[in-house]
């Protein structure tokens, strides 16, 4: 008899951590008892499941996304596996959502308890193939994008993209949207999930691969969820992370904080409502020089009195 | 990334105490995320803020990875760098080392069918008997 023959599914594909499911299936392809992997999307998951033949499925990510299709392909598989990578974030969705797989695989060993003996720990983990998928990163990790904005600040300013016949991507009842789309038409997805969550530093560049954040939106008042453990402390990072970066600044607030740090007119722009700030951005897009003038003191300021350099 | 990675002497490895897309939950995820591993694969001695404790199973403290805590001891360990930079490229290649054999894809890849209790004889799979014993600990090293 031959070996296993895999339909892998990303349940969230769009996300920059699609990598790791090719790095995935790449590492099962070469396994002695896996005969195939085919790599599928939801659109044509089941169809390519059926044809195929194949008789094992395994889901990356969770089992909350389009879980219907993913119990259908759980009953017709052989053998089932779920490996879910938000725990502990929907775990309790992926304890729900789970029990159609044969087996269920956590990347976060806190949560294994969550799913009553039918999970088992297993880390995500790294690939040797990594440099040549690497060109699937859409944006880089949180940890580099200091780096990337310095990079690109020597760079001209260039404006964001902007397709006016391109349809809106309008999330239901978001409002604060309105904001985004004004200057730019369509948020990015980090954009949206930022503002549905009340992030307190939200980048409204159009998208990272495009320009790198000319003009951040920086909400000091509390907007931050209830359930946070240390507000302040988070807000006041991404504040210096961003200014370090060289992302010129807009923040509203009606008693900001960031005096302590920042010199207002000067190194940042300081604005009391949402209609102020959006007026302040319009001006500020048309003024690229003066944009990049302050971004660049508050930056010198920040590597002068909040930063560490690390040495290459 | 993983050029970045592979030519810095230490990697800032904040892990999930800054995580933007999650910050919403306030839910510390106690297991070490792919980035941890995917720097040690690149060959960078880390420096790996100290959340939990799950980071000593799959990395030595001292020998493979640097654990911190705040400011000082970023700064301790890059004047480290500046002073000892032979110690500094022995902890990244042994991170590196125990990257490749216990921390790829291909090695989950056999955890994953092992537990799975896949025999190509065998269509039928009482799953209840995988769940046994100690599943944390690697148990196979797989060629790379």
Same mark, same amino acid.
């Given at each position: 008899m031959t070996g296993l023959s895999i339909l892998l599914l990303d349940t969230e594909p769009r996300t920059h951590n699609h990598y790791i499911v090719l790095a995935i299936a790449d590492a099962l392809r070469r396994h002695p008892d896996v005969a195939r992997v085919v790599v599928a999307h939801h659109g044509d998951a089941l169809a390519t499941f059926v044809a195929e033949g194949l008789d094992t499925f395994l889901?990356?990510?969770?089992?909350?996304?389009?879980?219907?299709?993913?119990?259908?392909?759980?009953?017709?598989?052989?053998?089932?596996?779920?490996?879910?990578?938000?725990?502990?974030?929907?775990?309790?969705?992926?304890?729900?959502?789970?029990?159609?797989?044969?087996?269920?695989?956590?990347?976060?060993?806190?949560?294994?308890?969550?799913?009553?003996?039918?999970?088992?720990?297993?880390?995500?983990?790294?690939?040797?193939?990594?440099?040549?998928?690497?060109?699937?990163?859409?944006?880089?990790?949180?940890?580099?994008?200091?780096?990337?904005?310095?990079?690109?600040?020597?760079?001209?300013?260039?404006?964001?993209?902007?397709?006016?016949?391109?349809?809106?991507?309008?999330?239901?009842?978001?409002?604060?949207?309105?904001?985004?789309?004004?200057?730019?038409?369509?948020?990015?997805?980090?954009?949206?999930?930022?503002?549905?969550?009340?992030?307190?530093?939200?980048?409204?560049?159009?998208?990272?691969?495009?320009?790198?954040?000319?003009?951040?939106?920086?909400?000091?008042?509390?907007?931050? !969820?209830?359930?946070?453990?240390?507000?302040?402390?988070?807000?006041?990072?991404?504040?210096?992370?961003?200014?370090?970066?060289?992302?010129?600044?807009?923040?509203?607030?009606?008693?900001?904080?960031?005096?302590?740090?920042? !010199?207002?007119?000067?190194?940042?722009?300081?604005?009391?409502?949402?209609?102020?700030?959006?007026?302040?951005?319009?001006?500020?897009?048309?003024?690229?020089?003066?944009?990049?003038?302050?971004?660049?003191?508050?930056?010198?300021?920040?590597?002068?009195? !909040?930063? !560490?350099?690390?040495?290459? | 990334m993983a050029d970045h990675a592979a030519a810095a002497w230490l990697t800032l490895n904040i892990g999930r105490e800054l995580d933007i897309a999650n910050r919403r939950f306030a839910l510390p995820q106690a297991t070490p995320g792919p980035r941890t591993f995917e720097v040690a694969l690149s060959g960078s001695t880390q420096l790996f803020f100290t959340t939990g404790l799950e980071i000593c199973d799959v990395f030595e403290p001292e020998r493979e990875i640097l654990l911190i805590d705040g400011p000082r001891d970023i700064a301790r360990a890059i004047e480290r760098a500046q002073d000892e930079p032979a110690a500094i490229l022995a902890i990244a290649e042994r991170a590196q080392r125990r990257a490749l054999r216990d921390h790829t894809y291909a090695c989950r890849a056999q955890r994953m069918l092992d537990l799975c209790g896949f025999r190509p004889d065998i269509t039928a799979v009482d799953f209840r008997d995988l769940f046994a014993g100690d599943h944390v600990t690697p148990q196979v090293s797989v060629r790379v």
């Amino acid at each position: 008899m031959t070996g296993l023959s895999i339909l892998l599914l990303d349940t969230e594909p769009r996300t920059h951590n699609h990598y790791i499911v090719l790095a995935i299936a790449d590492a099962l392809r070469r396994h002695p008892d896996v005969a195939r992997v085919v790599v599928a999307h939801h659109g044509d998951a089941l169809a390519t499941f059926v044809a195929e033949g194949l008789d094992t499925f395994l889901a990356f990510g969770g089992a909350k996304m389009h879980a219907p299709l993913l119990g259908r392909l759980a009953r017709l598989a052989r053998l089932s596996i779920l490996w879910t990578t938000e725990d502990p974030y929907e775990r309790s969705s992926n304890v729900r959502f789970s029990d159609c797989f044969d087996i269920v695989f956590t990347n976060d060993r806190s949560s294994v308890a969550a799913y009553e003996g039918r999970a088992v720990h297993l880390p995500l983990a790294a690939s040797p193939a990594l440099p040549r998928l690497r060109c699937r990163f859409r944006r880089p990790p949180f940890p580099l994008r200091p780096a990337l904005h310095r990079n690109r600040l020597a760079q001209p300013c260039r404006q964001p993209e902007h397709d006016p016949g391109a349809p809106a991507r309008r999330p239901a009842g978001q409002d604060r949207f309105a904001l985004e789309r004004s200057f730019w038409g369509r948020p990015t997805c980090m954009t949206a999930r930022s503002l549905r969550n009340g992030a307190a530093a939200t980048s409204i560049s159009h998208a990272w691969r495009t320009e790198v954040a000319s003009c951040s939106l920086y909400r000091a008042s509390s907007r931050a !969820t209830p359930t946070s453990r240390r507000p302040d402390r988070r807000r006041r990072r991404a504040l210096f992370e961003t200014a370090l970066a060289g992302g010129f600044q807009v923040m509203v607030s009606p008693e900001p904080e960031v005096r302590d740090y920042y !010199t207002a007119g000067a190194e940042f722009l300081l604005c009391t409502g949402d209609a102020e700030a959006a007026e302040a951005i319009a001006s500020m897009l048309a003024a690229p020089e003066k944009r990049l003038a302050q971004a660049r003191a508050a930056r010198a300021r920040t590597l002068a009195n !909040t930063s !560490t350099t690390i040495g290459s | 990334m993983a050029d970045h990675a592979a030519a810095a002497w230490l990697t800032l490895n904040i892990g999930r105490e800054l995580d933007i897309a999650n910050r919403r939950f306030a839910l510390p995820q106690a297991t070490p995320g792919p980035r941890t591993f995917e720097v040690a694969l690149s060959g960078s001695t880390q420096l790996f803020f100290t959340t939990g404790l799950e980071i000593c199973d799959v990395f030595e403290p001292e020998r493979e990875i640097l654990l911190i805590d705040g400011p000082r001891d970023i700064a301790r360990a890059i004047e480290r760098a500046q002073d000892e930079p032979a110690a500094i490229l022995a902890i990244a290649e042994r991170a590196q080392r125990r990257a490749l054999r216990d921390h790829t894809y291909a090695c989950r890849a056999q955890r994953m069918l092992d537990l799975c209790g896949f025999r190509p004889d065998i269509t039928a799979v009482d799953f209840r008997d995988l769940f046994a014993g100690d599943h944390v600990t690697p148990q196979v090293s797989v060629r790379v």
